[in-house]
């Protein structure tokens, strides 16, 4: 019996280095090149060369979240590095480029000269240039080509295979349709997420129209219904909406009739209770989480408020969403590590520094690139605000210029921030009194920089289309980008909140009296709770100190 080859290791950065070192037919300078902008690369993932892998399909994923500006590098800088990569790949095996160099061929070139829109010249771009390298013909594009072009990119250095694939299959089937003299078929579509939910078509207008009713009355429509509650807001409605088809949805894939369903009395019967919650227990492995809680929740209260069942069904149902909810009044394992990041001094004064550098960079484009400029004051107002005023992501988006920003003096100095009780969670009133640097970045904002994103007339702070605000998910991306571009640091709107507390009670350990006031928690319960133990790592390294000191040593900065 022959013994196995033994496999090799595979292919590092460290050998693309002696690759491009030993390369012949390369200069000087490009020997130069390459060399330190794979050392780069290495220096960004914070690795030795010798130990990552030199395979363009996990780069491309590690290189993408890398932001630029966090290391102190231009955008133009980082793709230059990133295609003297793609070069020293290149010298140790056969790699998709970037972009194709060479012309396309004359049937692919005439498709593109009849592109009108340059968006979609460039969607189709690379894929053409790919197609018209391997010799295919624009009828020759099927699915069969898509996947090999998808494969292809795989094996490149793009930030995103995947939605540069989505994109082009968009691309080329919206060609197909609108092109006249476009001689290719349409391909199919690949999903971002295959869901379950069907549409209300799909399902009674008798359940629709009962859910409607219980929308209604949750959304406080009837001026002479006495409600024992506040009326939910539009977000929440869609979600409600979007739970009661959910349900309905999982017990047609679990064998019920449609017909079946007739109202919302149909959906709480223990049996159906059951075998619908059932359906999502065993999509999420047999276990609950916080979206199956916050359904039983809600069919819980169709049950007790709508349908009104009898009690001992509502005992019943009552006891089945105790044991799916999963949910803790405590900050979740997943926000305490993103806590950890600002343990570090560094990370805490990029952070706290990032409105003033958002000012820097929208001085320098200010000329060229208004718009941009301005969104970047936005953002570096937004973020600001966040860091001095910590209110949730709803009532920063629908801050008004003259509901919400109170001047205290006719002269127009000083401002407060004041969310009135019945747009706050839970209904307390919050007032910040805004230190003066966070005035007069609102102050140059408003003046400079917010009349190029919107008309006078459109009186919110962060202006959306017409007369509205931006919508919380845009605005919260929007932050979440650009803290991770600027900064390296991965977090969202709320973390804010937590950040803010986290920060006073390391300088302030046991001050929990004044976190509370400040985030308008409406207990000191809720507030000890979540932040209880958040100034232990503080408390231990004041302690560690103290050791240290009487042993005659330092305590590392």
Not at 111 to 119: F, G, I, S, T, Y
Not at 183 to 189: A, D, E, F
Not at 200 to 207: D, M
Request: net charge positive.
């Amino acid at each position: 019996m022959t013994s196995p080859t033994p496999s090799r290791n595979p292919l590092t950065l460290a050998e693309v280095i002696a690759a491009a070192k030993a390369a012949p037919d390369l200069t000087d300078r490009r020997r130069q090149d390459i060399v330190s902008a794979v050392r780069t690369v290495a220096r960004l993932l914070q690795s030795d060369p010798a130990r990552i892998p030199a395979s363009p399909r996990l780069l491309s994923g590690r290189l993408s979240e890398i932001p630029p500006a966090a290391h102190g590098m231009s955008q133009a800088r980082w793709n230059n590095v990133r295609s003297l990569l793609r070069a020293g790949l290149a010298l140790c095996g056969p790699i998709t480029p970037g972009r194709h160099l060479g012309g396309l061929s004359e049937e692919w070139r005439v498709l593109r000269d009849a592109l009108q829109e340059r968006k979609q010249r460039v969607g189709l771009s690379r894929f053409m240039h790919h197609c018209s390298a391997a010799g295919l013909s624009p009828l020759a594009v099927d699915d069969e080509v898509m996947e090999a072009f998808g494969a292809a990119l795989l094996d490149s250095l793009i930030r995103s295979p995947a939605e540069q694939m989505r994109g082009t299959r968009f691309a080329w089937n919206r060609a197909c349709a609108e092109q006249p003299c476009w001689p290719g078929r349409p391909v199919g579509i690949v999903s971002r997420r295959i869901s379950h939910v069907l549409r209300w078509s799909a399902l009674p207008a008798s359940l629709r129209a009962d859910a409607q009713g219980w929308l209604d009355r949750l959304a406080g429509h009837d001026l002479l219904d006495d409600l024992p509650f506040r009326p939910v807001k539009p977000a929440t409605l869609e979600a409600r909406d979007r739970q009661i088809r959910a349900f309905a949805s999982a017990l047609v894939h679990r064998g019920r009739d449609p017909a079946l369903l007739q109202r919302l009395a149909d959906l709480v019967e223990l049996p159906t209770l059951k075998d619908g919650l059932r359906y999502f227990l065993d999509r999420n492995g047999g276990k609950s989480s916080g979206a199956i809680a916050d359904l039983a929740a809600t069919l819980k209260a169709i049950a007790r408020h709508w349908v009104k069942v009898p009690q001992a069904q509502l005992d019943q149902i009552s006891a089945m969403q105790r044991k799916l909810d999963v949910r803790t009044r405590s900050m979740t394992l997943t926000n305490r590590h993103r806590l950890r990041q600002f343990d570090d001094a560094d990370n805490v004064r990029a952070l706290l520094n990032l409105p003033q550098r958002l000012i820097a960079q929208a001085e320098r484009i200010r000329a060229k690139q208004p718009r941009h400029a301005a969104l970047r004051v936005q953002m570096a107002v937004a973020v600001d605000v966040l860091l001095m005023a910590p209110v949730r992501i709803s009532n920063l988006v629908e801050i008004d210029i003259d509901r919400n920003l109170i001047r205290l003096n006719r002269q127009g100095s000083g401002l407060h921030l004041v969310i009135p009780s019945g747009l706050v969670k839970n209904r307390q009133e919050l007032e910040f009194p805004l230190p003066e640097s966070t005035v007069r970045l609102i102050e140059r904002y408003l003046a400079e920089f917010r009349p190029t994103l919107a008309s006078n007339e459109n009186r919110a702070l962060f202006p959306g289309q017409g007369l509205s605000c931006k919508g919380r998910g845009i605005i919260g991306q929007q932050i979440k980008r650009v803290v991770h571009l600027n900064t390296g640091l991965r977090l969202h709107p709320h973390l804010f909140r937590h950040i803010g507390a986290k920060l006073f009670l390391d300088a302030n350990p046991g001050a929990h009296e004044v976190v509370r006031r400040v985030l308008g928690h409406r207990s000191i319960e809720t507030t000890m709770s979540y932040y209880t133990g958040m100034e232990t790592a503080a408390a231990v390294r004041h302690f560690d100190a103290t050791i240290l000191k009487l042993r005659g040593e330092r305590a590392a900065p």
